[in-house]
């Protein structure tokens, strides 16, 4: 089973690179503490509605150098989609191997009693990227991560917002069910999703 400690020394052990459809190339890795500017360059490129749709609190280069500096020393790995030749960042994927309170209570109070070997899970790609079939063919991947870090179900990092049909759909396709639904602070609504990843592959 993988560490985020492991992960840091050898981001290796989690790269490998993908032809996505239209026959361009990404490089799928582990955020680097080398990463900050081109995340923020990845920030700053997104629109509106994919920062209201996203997972993180800031989007300027203080909130990338924190998260790069995070790297390691807490409970989150975070991974990047890196554009091939031009570097640029093109998508940010977030892992959280820690359950939040609120997340155990109201899981529970659906019937699911999250454990130790739940993880959650939120995805964000560049506007470009967005309604390619760029996330279904990362979602392989996205799972292996999961079970290399002896997970066996992921949730929805945050939920997922109910005005967000692309992303429902999304989710829906690659398993995930519904887990009931709640309001925000801000209002808004928001579905809890889980994913069982059932046995390894060859078990």
């Known amino acids: 089973m993988l560490t985020l400690t492991e992960v840091a020394d050898d981001p290796l052990l989690l790269t ?17 503490t080398a990463d900050a500017r081109r995340l923020a360059g990845f920030f700053v490129g997104l629109s509106p509605e ?6 993180f609190d800031g989007n300027d280069l203080a ?37 939040h309170p609120g997340d155990i ?3 529970g109070a659906a019937g699911i009693r999250l454990t130790a070997t739940d993880c959650r899970f939120g995805p964000t790609l560049a506007d470009n990227y967005q309604g390619q079939g760029v996330g279904t063919q990362l979602f392989p991947l996205i799972t292996d991560v999961a079970r290399r870090f002896g997970r066996k179900r992921i949730i929805l990092w945050g939920g997922v917002l109910a005005d967000n049909p692309r992303a429902l759909r999304y989710y829906q396709k690659n398993g995930f ?7 925000g602070a801000d209002g808004a609504r ?5 994913l069982d990843l059932g046995p390894l592959p060859g078990h």
């Open 50 to 55: 994919s920062r209201r749709l996203s997972t």
């Open 105 to 107: 209570a109201r899981y």
């Open 16 to 32: 490998c690179r993908l032809l996505l459809s239209d026959g361009s190339e990404v490089v799928f890795r582990p955020l680097t």
């Open 177 to 183: 069910r519904s887990a009931g639904s709640f309001t």
């Open 63 to 99: 909130t990338a150098q924190d998260l790069c500096d995070a790297i390691a020393r807490y409970d989150k790995l975070r991974l990047v989609l890196e554009e091939v030749p031009s570097g640029r960042i093109v998508g940010l994927l977030e892992f959280s191997f820690d359950l």
């Open 190 to 194: 928001s579905l809890d999703m889980i």
